[in-house]
């Protein structure tokens, strides 16, 4: 294991005028959960109350315990968790929704004299809670339809052109981003850049932030997550599709496309086998991980914490996490 721009000062969560955050980030399957449980143990076993608090954005969901791998009671340790399982799945959570729940749910930690532990994989939710986020203005949902209606690679050759700086930024197959910087130019005249230097609402500079970013070595990551949807399948996964499918939810409902339910809700109408399912829910599983791994190592702050592994130990992870933290 190594690790990144590691902290040299001591982590002292009464240092100065700003309430601490302690921050672990990672892709899916990285082992973050275990790790944030750990850091809440030892803080406890050191006289300080800590609380963990979910920023992962399918995690939110009530209705996805088992596709979203939501830590169970006994995964917990005793550790107070929060905003786990707090939205229904007919209430859409923006990162915008979720930021204010989390700064109101930091402010209470922080208040009681707990110490808050984010927890979670979505780079989007982090970014806007501590950045805060742009003002852009409502899409026009005309412009809105047509842009989602274009094939990703005519839909990127049109960002180029509009918003060339933003098409620089993107990968050409990256639909969603895409998509949402082209009908943000359409509709407002200017590119996502021009809002994003406006953004407010950011608690960042308000706290002394302990981040630590988990990146393991890729293929072991893979493996593990080919593993989590084998289990997730096994715990139960299709009953639960099964359920939510039965709430007769818009299908562009977020919990309705979060990794496994479309691969699932496959059996359930009688598209595909249970075993097409899995390999296309893994194959989703380490698509969406390639993804977080790429945002994880390059977007956060250069100053923020990297740990790379190439085998996955709970014990000795933690160790690194407690040093790179300064819990030593």
Request: hydrophobic letters at 40%; charged letters at 20%; one cysteine or more.
């Amino acid at each position: 294991m190594s690790t990144a721009n590691s902290l040299d000062t001591p982590y002292d969560i009464d240092a100065g005028d700003r309430p601490p955050l302690a921050l672990i980030a990672g892709p899916t399957a990285s082992g973050k959960s275990d790790c944030a449980v750990a850091l809440g143990q030892e803080l406890e076993r050191r006289g300080r109350r800590a609380v963990v608090i979910n920023a992962d954005s399918s995690q939110v969901y009530s209705d996805l315990t088992v596709l979203s791998a939501r830590p169970t009671r006994e995964e917990m340790g005793g550790i107070d968790h929060r905003l786990f399982g707090a939205w229904d799945g007919t209430q859409g959570c923006s990162a915008a929704d979720w930021a204010k729940a989390a700064r109101e749910t930091i402010a209470d930690v922080h208040a009681s004299g707990a110490v808050p532990i984010l927890v979670g994989g979505t780079g989007l939710y982090i970014r806007t809670l501590l950045d805060g986020i742009a003002p852009v203005p409502p899409i026009d949902p005309e412009i809105r339809e047509a842009v989602r209606a274009l094939p990703v690679d005519r839909a990127y050759s049109a960002l180029q052109v509009e918003d060339p700086e933003r098409a620089g930024r993107l990968a050409p197959a990256d639909t969603t981003r895409v998509a949402r910087a082209l009908e943000v130019v359409r509709s407002t005249g200017h590119g996502l850049a021009h809002w994003q230097a406006q953004t407010s609402g950011g608690i960042g500079h308000a706290l002394a932030i302990h981040p630590a970013i988990l990146l393991p070595e890729r293929q072991m990551l893979f493996a593990r997550c080919d593993l989590r949807f084998q289990r997730m399948i096994e715990r139960g996964a299709l009953a639960e599709v099964e359920a939510l499918m039965a709430r007769g939810l818009d299908p562009d409902m977020p919990v309705m496309r979060a990794i496994g339910v479309p691969e699932l809700a496959g059996v359930v109408v009688g598209n595909w086998t249970m075993e097409e399912a899995a390999a296309r829910g893994a194959q989703a599983t380490r698509n969406y991980a390639k993804r977080q791994f790429t945002w994880l190592r390059h977007q956060p702050p250069a100053e923020w914490t990297r740990v790379s592994f190439q085998n996955y130990n709970a014990e000795t992870l933690n160790d690194i996490l407690f040093r790179v933290m300064g819990l030593t």
